[in-house]
């Protein structure tokens, strides 16, 4: 992710689809800088990227 200038964390693992219940792939995340889930679906569609799109600028500032 750093190669493309992300500097945020990027989490894997099986720990991490069990704690966030990943029932789906490809799933879709948007969690807090808290730790909180902000939210969840799966599948994938363009509203989604808006969805993912809305919480970056949010958060970024």
Not at 8 to 23: E, L, S, T
Not at 33 to 46: A, E, K, M, Q
Not at 49 to 57: L, N, R, S, T
Request: no cysteine; net charge neutral; charged share 25%.
């Amino acid at each position: 992710m750093r190669e493309l200038g992300h500097d945020f964390p990027v989490m894997d693992g099986n720990a991490v689809a069990i704690r966030y219940r990943v029932q789906g792939i490809p799933a879709f995340f948007v969690i807090a800088p808290d730790g909180t889930l902000l939210h969840r679906s799966s599948g994938f569609s363009d509203s989604k990227v808006d969805i993912f799109e809305a919480y970056m600028k949010q958060y970024a500032k």
